[in-house]
């Protein structure tokens, strides 16, 4: 069972900044990405970051060059960097860790923690 706390949402301003974190997994076996995700009111749960076992990290069109996507060596610990903010980031933030086994891959989520950008 792989168990994912995330911290750090609260209220932000416009223009302003946020750090999240999420007390990741560690490097278990399998592990292939982790990410960050986020779900609207109304609308449904979309990639906003990852990061790959590779070394690769993609961004949502929508928070490149405002969001930095980072972790820590050993995968305890991924976070993500929300600058300029804007009121279209209010939603509430899940972090992921995709694992692939060989039974198939598997998704854990945090319980998600939510982010107001506000005036």
């Known amino acids: 069972q792989v168990q994912l706390v995330e911290s750090g949402g609260g209220l932000g301003q416009p223009g302003g900044s946020l750090r999240l974190s999420c007390e990741g997994p560690g490097s278990i076996n399998g592990l292939v990405a982790m990410g960050w995700y986020r779900q609207a009111p109304g609308k449904q749960r979309e990639l906003v970051a990852r990061i790959t076992k590779g070394g690769n990290t993609d961004y949502a069109g929508s928070v490149e060059g405002r969001f930095i996507m980072s972790r820590d060596y050993s995968w305890n610990r991924v976070y993500l960097q929300m600058n300029n903010l804007i009121p279209e980031d209010t939603a509430v933030y899940y972090c992921?860790?995709?694992?692939?086994?060989?039974?198939?891959?598997?998704?854990?989520w945090g319980q998600g923690t939510q982010v107001t950008v506000t005036s």
């Open positions: 992921n860790a995709r694992v692939q086994l060989v039974t198939g891959a598997f998704d854990y």
